[in-house]
């Protein structure tokens, strides 16, 4: 594998299920990104990390919760989600999250909210 | 607050055209300006880096202009084909500590063959 990868690609829940989503660089990056996507949009940032440490979460409701237990993985914890939510989920790493870095992304997840 | 725009949100040319897509922002202080292309189903690809002190960047068949003076940036694509079909999203870096980049929504380019 190369580049960013995610899975799963597609994903259906109801708004009580508890799912999660995964992101997985094979660059040596030290920071990684999650962004929502919705249409006909701007892309949204989530939440950054750097060096395994969360460094912004831009106002996101609790019911996302990311995860990053190494700098090569990143987590998003999804429960009771709300239709609205429905997105399609980029996740993004560069090599740190300083200034000018260029940021990777990966295919991203198709969320679809019942 | 920093908002970047893209018009047209859609086009549509013939095949072998040259054309030109927008990006302007409102905060001229920017640390660099970036062009991507998505695919449907696919991520976000770099086309072009343009620092702030830069004025373009040119790969292949692609050029990117920055004008911060006017917070406006073009990207020109010379003799254009069906494979160029896809999203082209800009994204403004800020210049604060606070280093993100500010997205566009994007201009959807159609290259009928």
């Known amino acids: 594998e190369t580049g960013v990868t995610q899975t799963p690609r597609h994903l259906v829940m109801g708004m009580t299920n508890k799912k999660s989503l995964k992101c997985e660089q094979h660059?040596?990056?030290?920071?990684m990104y999650w962004y929502k996507q919705s249409a006909k949009k701007p892309l949204e940032l989530m939440f950054v990390y750097n060096f395994k440490e969360q460094t912004e979460n831009n106002s996101v409701p609790s019911r996302f919760s990311p995860e990053c237990p190494n700098s090569s993985h990143l987590f998003l914890h999804l429960h009771t989600l709300q239709p609205e939510d429905s997105a399609l989920y980029l996740c993004?790493?560069?090599?740190?999250?300083?200034?000018?870095?260029?940021?990777?992304f990966g295919p991203g997840t198709r969320l679809t909210v019942l | 607050k920093q908002e970047v725009t893209q018009i047209p949100a859609a086009l549509s040319v013939p095949e072998g055209e040259n054309l030109v897509l927008n990006c302007s922002f409102t905060?001229?202080?920017?640390?660099?300006l970036q062009w991507f292309r998505q695919d449907p189903g696919k991520g976000l690809t770099s086309l072009l880096l343009i620092q702030s002190s830069q004025r373009e960047q040119t790969s292949g068949r692609l050029n990117a202009s920055l004008d911060k003076s006017s917070g406006r940036s073009t990207l020109y694509i010379a003799a254009s084909q069906p494979g160029d079909s896809a999203t082209y999203l800009c994204?403004?870096?800020?210049?604060?500590?606070?280093?993100?980049?500010?997205w566009g929504a994007g201009t959807k380019l159609i290259i009928k063959p």
């Open positions: 905060d001229s202080a920017i640390y660099n």
């Open positions: 993004a790493s560069s090599p740190t999250s300083g200034h000018g870095n260029e940021q990777f």
């Open positions: 660059l040596g990056h030290n920071a």
């Open positions: 994204a403004v870096g800020r210049r604060d500590s606070n280093y993100q980049l500010i």
